[in-house]
């Protein structure tokens, strides 16, 4: 079965791939754009990019009741420990691990991660994902632009994700830069609409890159599937 992703809304998604289930930024409590309850995630892996609430959203109570594994960096896996995760796996930037559903390596990403309670939470990050059917995904999470992108495109990425919303993140024009240096095959777009303050027009911004780059735009809503 190919592997597939869906989008949950705002950042979280459900990574399908050999079997096995990943969560991205579980926020589904107060999420105006969330697809499901907090209570109807199922998981085998959480993968955590960085402190804030609308992305730590609710890994504590999905990874409690699933029993999952949280992928975070080191400072977040700490916190979520101290918390009662029991399955917290703790990476850091330019670190890969082979985790059974494929190796994950985390990226940089320009932002913060104050966790919910004003803890450290460490530096953000992006996922570097390298699938078992070969394939590459790379989602930028909650990022500004930066020119090191261009390294990150030169492992050959097949999809990236990468949010558009603007006042928080990258904007469609930055992000439209950042597919430029990538050079995915595919891209889709995250972390808009969510609120009207990164409110954003997705099907004019993919028009942009089938006309700019080689890229195949996504346009999708919470609760499409995309086959990676
Ligand atoms: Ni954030
Ligand atoms: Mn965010």
């Known amino acids: 079965m190919p592997s597939r992703l869906r989008w949950l809304g705002h950042a979280a998604m459900l990574l399908e791939t050999d ?9 589904f409590t107060g999420n105006p754009a969330a697809v499901m309850k907090a209570d109807e995630a199922q998981a085998d892996f959480i993968l955590v990019s960085h402190g ?8 504590i109570a999905i990874a409690q009741r699933t029993g999952a594994t949280v992928v975070a960096n080191y400072e977040i896996s700490e916190w979520l ?4 995760v029991t399955k917290a796996h703790g990476q850091q930037h330019g670190g890969g691990f082979n985790h059974p559903f494929g190796r994950v390596k985390l990226t940089l990403a320009f932002h913060g991660s104050m966790l919910p309670d004003g803890a450290n939470g460490g530096n953000p990050c992006g996922f570097l994902i390298y699938l078992k059917d070969g394939n590459k995904i790379y989602h930028a999470a909650d990022t500004g632009l930066f020119g090191d992108m261009r390294l990150i495109g030169e492992e050959g990425i097949d999809l990236a994700v990468l949010p558009i919303g603007d006042n928080y993140t990258m904007g469609p024009d930055d992000a439209l830069r950042a597919v430029k240096l990538i050079g995915p095959k595919k891209v889709a777009p995250i972390h808009f609409n969510t609120w009207p303050l ?8 993919a028009a942009r890159v089938r006309k700019e780059t080689q890229a195949e735009p ?3 809503k919470p609760g499409d ?3 990676v």
Do not use: M, Y
């Open 198 to 205: 990164i409110a954003q027009d997705a099907a004019a911004w």
């Open 225 to 227: 599937w995309l086959e």
């Open 19 to 27: 079997g096995q289930r990943i969560l991205i930024d579980p926020f």
């Open 218 to 220: 996504i346009v999708w």
């Open 52 to 59: 804030h609430g609308d992305h730590i959203g609710d890994t």
């Open 81 to 84: 420990a101290a918390k009662g």
